[in-house]
């Protein structure tokens, strides 16, 4: 992915943007879309110079007569252009209307066929733009289909088709693009869930509208840029000590899962923390200590024994294999009862949602089943909208909260951050249990709440794609930690 602003917004933001354009900035709406078509023309022939059959699927709107712009350059260019239209360029209006007058004038229609597209090199598709609020239906469900069947390139002008530029869920069924370029404003939708395997690469261009055009427009989120790290982890001064790095208690690992412990820990020690300590079952302080001798590891039986421990660190991380059995129980409750900040995770996060309660020191890091359990609803409806459910489990919560997934989202409750590295080798065990210890070791150094989530979930998933250099089927969660003390020193 091009670098890009980091700036995101919703369709209906991006759609006032093009009306303080056309408006404020006396941009003509035919102006902004000539200009979108060409720049969507100049990357299809740096990116496809091999493209000689081009066939250009549009529907109505403005949208659609990006497409028929794209459909006249490409046959003044002299390649063979079949131009489909999914709606009657005698309804469209405006701009649309115009440039579909012009396109037509240059090439005739086409009627969409699978004999047409077995022999095209590259599908334009404008089908539809960032207005979808209903599942595809219909033809345009079948060309989609038969598109992503056929394997061919795809260039999306703006979003794929059947993507929800709000939302980033697919709405029955979308088109699945090689590139997509979009304008005047990066829609947050591009960025989360099932975008991910929707938008291949995204090039920005903002059709050179002033910048004043975004003056007072507030985004709905932000990217977490490719510097974000570097600017965000400063070399540590020569002076430095132990002590200034803080003490991370790590509480969890019931019988059978001391792993999941010992990750968090290391994790936490991989992030720079100055001590890490960890709390679990006694019968795993062995093996602990055998695979990682620079943990504290203490066995403790019952809440009771935590209250020495937790006096005597800084920060805490609560939930990694900590279990659903009284032990979890007691250890979370002596835990989410004290005076100090914490991270929250897995088992952590379910206890949390039998007994809901409000704190501004924590960060909570559900995936979507266990988001699904904070706000009392299903998976389901957790993927209809990400940005909403992130933004729902801070207001109520407090603190700030981490959504896990393909393009993982950070909310403290007013704005979103987005992260859009990681990749599908993370999708196995222990890969949170990190993310636990690394968010907890970053807060312990002197992060701030919100710096620490973010901060954790760039440098976890920049470890797991340079982890996943070797391939992302069998990915680890180890793997990743051996990846963690390069990243975290930009």
Known sequence: ???????????????????????????????????????????????????????????????????????????????AVDLCPFADPAGLSGDARRAADEALARVPSAAFSPERLAETDLVVDALLGTGLDRPVSGAMADAIGAVNASHCRVVAVDVPSGLSARTGQVMGIAVRAALTPTFIGLKQGLFTGEAADCIGEVVFDDLQVPAAVHDGMEPSARLLGAEALEAGLPRRPRTAHKGAFGHVLVIGGDLGMGGAVRIAGEAAARSGAGLTSVVTRPAHVAALLAARPELMVHGVEAGSGLAALLARADMLAVGPGLGQAEWGRALFEAVRDGDRPLVVDADGLNWLAQAPTRRDDWVLTPHPGEAARLLDTDIAEIDRDRFAAVTAIARQYGGVAVLKGAGTLISDGLCCRVCTEGNPGMASGGMGDALTGLIAGLRAQGFDTLASACLGVQAHARAADRAALDGERGLLAGDLLNALRSVVNP
């Open 1 to 79: 992915m091009s670098e890009l602003p980091d700036a995101l917004y919703t369709p209906e933001q991006v759609r006032a943007l093009d009306r303080r354009a056309i408006e404020d900035h006396g941009i003509p709406g035919g102006v902004l879309m000539a200009r979108a078509g060409r720049a969507t023309w100049r990357l299809i022939r740096q990116r496809f110079p091999d493209a000689r059959r081009v066939m250009v699927l549009c529907g109505g709107g403005n949208n659609g007569g990006d497409g028929y712009v794209i459909a006249r350059l490409a046959a003044d260019a002299g390649l």
